[in-house]
């Protein structure tokens, strides 16, 4: 694809319009792939509005006027992302918070059953998790296997199978449907983290008869750094599943302030402590600029750009870890390299800014919202001309001391 070829295709693109939702600072290419999605422009006014007006003049009497059932209501929104029905998503503290909050709820639900069943490889936080998680249960264990052996550890003593739908590093999908399925014949629940799906590709929760599930508000939500982040129970088990976490906001009746706890009905129960407003309000902002867009735009786009970034890659000799086919994979590509780190921060200084992913992966987050086919044409130009100078071979850029 030449650059006007590039330029033609953005404007006919149908996402275009939603670019202009977003601050992106001049001279930049975010490829982030996703570790916190841009800015929207309506979040500053949100935010504004939150403390100004709500905290700064109304005080208090916030709290009746939408404050409190905001975990619901944002988690109603989410729910129209995921393949949910609004009463089966909540809004709560981090990923990581409401990931222990569900497997230990999971791990107590059948006291015949006691293993967790995950992936070797998966987002480390998650197994760390799991980790902590079978220590709050006499008798659990976390099964932590390679993806090819998965289907053979899943048997009559998981409890609950813990995957994350697209894989953090290379993309790679599962078939949630089919592995939910696995989960079920065995006896098990199947608990999905959708930190990289929720934003970026087609997820149906429902559809796929998924039980549980856990989500980040900072990635492709652009809910901002730290964003809150959200669960999923599935009708059928809230009534059979407690948190571990009773903080008085899971209470039945937080306001009579009773010393015994009786958790509340529905996903109210998930909630613990106090919402943070503020971080609630950025949160909104973000999800609110996904309701009114076509998801099945979003998918094609992210497969053109996702072929698009492949061939410049072949062209300059990387390898695509990432899968080729659409379905398989989610938005973002990741290639392999030996100086990867080096390239990465070689890349950032021209104004890239895509990641590394340890030892030796790039990658690109290809958010169709905001990036265009001539961010991808032009970035890739400058991939090409940061690896025939071996820019990346200079020492300021090998020294492992950033984020990125």
């Not at 697209?166 to 079920?184: F, N, P, Q, S």
């Amino acid at each position: 694809m030449t650059r006007d070829e590039a330029r033609a295709r953005d404007a006919a693109d149908p996402l275009r319009p939603y670019r202009d939702r977003f601050a992106l600072p001049e001279g930049v290419i975010y490829l982030d792939g996703n570790s916190l999605g841009p800015l929207p422009r309506a979040t500053a006014n949100a935010l504004a509005d939150m403390a100004q007006r709500q905290w700064g003049d109304r005080l208090i009497r916030s709290w009746n006027e939408g404050w409190i059932d905001a975990p619901q209501r944002i988690g109603g929104k989410i729910a129209s992302l995921i393949g949910a029905h609004p009463d089966e998503v909540i809004v709560a503290d981090s990923t990581s918070v409401n990931l222990f909050k569900l497997l230990v709820g999971a791990l107590r639900h059948d006291p015949k059953r006691r293993t967790i069943v995950s992936e070797t490889g998966n987002f480390p936080t998650d197994l760390h998790i799991a980790e902590g998680a079978v220590d709050c249960v006499p008798g659990a264990r976390l099964n932590a296997v390679a993806r090819d052996n998965l289907a053979e550890a899943i048997d009559h003593d998981t409890a609950v199978t813990l995957l994350t739908h697209v894989h953090y590093k290379t993309g790679e999908r599962y078939d949630m449907t089919r592995w939910t399925a696995l989960a079920h014949d065995a006896g098990a629940l199947a608990l999905w983290d959708l930190s990289h799906s929720v934003g970026a590709i087609e997820v149906d929760l429902n559809g796929a008869g998924a039980d549980l599930a856990v989500g980040c508000g900072y990635k492709y939500l652009n809910g901002g750094p730290g964003a809150p982040a959200f669960l999923f129970v599935s009708r059928a088990l809230q009534d059979g599943l407690a948190s571990p976490l009773s903080g008085w906001m899971g209470h039945a009746a937080p306001f009579e302030f009773a010393d015994a706890y009786t958790p509340a009905p529905g996903m109210t129960r998930w909630l613990a402590g106090t919402p943070p407003m503020l971080a609630m309000a950025g949160l909104e902002a973000g999800v609110d600029l996904w309701l009114d867009i076509d998801r099945a735009q979003v998918a094609a786009k992210s497969t053109a750009l996702f072929d698009m970034l492949a061939a410049i890659g072949a062209e300059l000799g990387l390898e695509c870890v990432s899968p080729a086919i659409p379905d398989e994979r989610g938005s973002h590509i990741s290639f392999r390299h030996p100086e990867a780190y080096a390239l990465c921060q070689a890349l950032i200084a021209r104004g890239v800014i895509g990641d590394f992913r340890d030892p030796d992966i790039v990658r690109f987050g290809l958010t169709p919202l905001y990036l265009g086919y001539e961010d991808v044409w032009r970035a890739g130009e400058i991939l090409g001309e940061v690896l025939a100078t071996k820019a990346y071979a200079d020492p300021e850029f090998s020294k492992r001391n950033a984020v990125t």
